[in-house]
């Protein structure tokens, strides 16, 4: 596996692989922290492409001015070991400079890939402003500079999923965008690499998100249609967590659902994301469930 963080290094090595392997580019673009969750988008992208490229790269043009931008966990060398066990061709890591531009750095200012305000302005978006032009202002830019065929992102992110899928759409590029199931540890807690901010209690409280969104779904399944009924049931088992929102959307139009059809032509998504007091901070995590 070749570690490269020059965007032109970059471009020729894919460039030979592309003339020594005759076939398909996937990428995995992430944030890195890599967990079992990020490993089962690099399995199946390995399975359906030649080339296999992993991007790891905390993407400052995503994160607030009050976010977690500088203590995001960094673990490249950890990183890159996950990623050659797994059969990865190219782990790309650049730095912000082999991303972005002076003009960036001296103006905190660059050219954006901002999808509509109705798209963007609600759920996570709502409390990140210009979080999802950051989004896929690097998502772009890494389809781009890596003109993969495919792209792999985590349910997890069902928003990002939603958006990126819109973008792809909106601006014709030509690559397949894959959405992958949500990994959980076998207590229920979805995987994410914020987890690492957690400490016991937090950890224990986390859990509140994913037993709620089981509470739910057995709920829908024994016939209980009411978003609303539903979106209370959640709040109430959701203790210790300062929850920013708890929505049902339909999973293709990202709209509000009021009542949840049997049909599974436009499947019910229930989202939450809360906040969990942590070693004196508070950490931030999202998850969902399809019903
Ligand atoms: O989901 C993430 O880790 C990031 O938002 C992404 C898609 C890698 C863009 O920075």
Redesign the pocket.
């Known amino acids: 596996m070749k570690i490269i963080s020059n965007v032109e290094k970059l471009r020729e090595e894919i460039k030979n692989l592309k003339i020594s392997k005759n076939g398909t580019v996937g990428l995995v673009?992430?944030?890195g922290a890599l967990h079992k969750g990020h490993l089962s988008l690099v399995e199946k992208c390995r399975k359906e492409n030649d080339i296999v490229i992993v991007?790891v790269?905390?993407?400052p043009t995503?994160f607030g001015p009050n976010e977690d931008y500088d203590k995001y966990p960094r673990t490249l060398d950890a990183d890159a070991k996950l990623c050659e066990d797994a059969g990865v061709d190219i782990l790309f890591a650049p730095s912000p400079k082999d991303i972005y531009d002076e003009y960036y750095f001296k103006n905190k200012e660059t050219t954006l890939i901002c999808p509509p305000y109705d798209v963007v302005n609600k759920l996570c978006g709502k409390s990140r402003p210009g979080h999802f032009d950051?989004?896929c202002t690097?998502?772009g830019k890494?389809f781009n500079i890596t003109k993969c065929d495919r792209a792999y992102?985590?349910k997890k992110?069902a928003q990002?999923l939603f958006i990126?899928k819109k973008m792809v759409r909106d601006l014709n590029f030509d690559i397949e965008i894959t959405g992958c199931p949500i990994v959980r540890e076998e207590d229920g807690l979805a995987l994410s690499?914020r987890n690492t901010y957690l400490d016991n209690n937090a950890r224990k409280n986390a859990l509140n998100i994913s037993h709620a969104l089981y509470k739910v779904k057995g709920l829908c399944k024994k016939g209980v249609k009411e978003a609303d009924t539903l979106i209370d049931t959640a709040l109430a088992y959701m203790e210790n967590l300062e929850v920013e929102y708890a929505e049902i959307v339909s999973v293709d139009t990202f709209e509000k659902i009021d009542i949840i059809e049997q049909s599974t032509e436009n499947k019910a998504l229930m989202l939450v994301a809360a906040k969990v007091d942590s070693n004196g901070s508070k950490v931030r995590l999202i998850d969902n469930i399809e019903l």
Do not use: E, K, R, Y
């Open positions: 673009p992430t944030m991007s790269f905390v993407n995503q950051g989004v690097i998502v890494l992102f985590g992110d990002q990126i690499s």
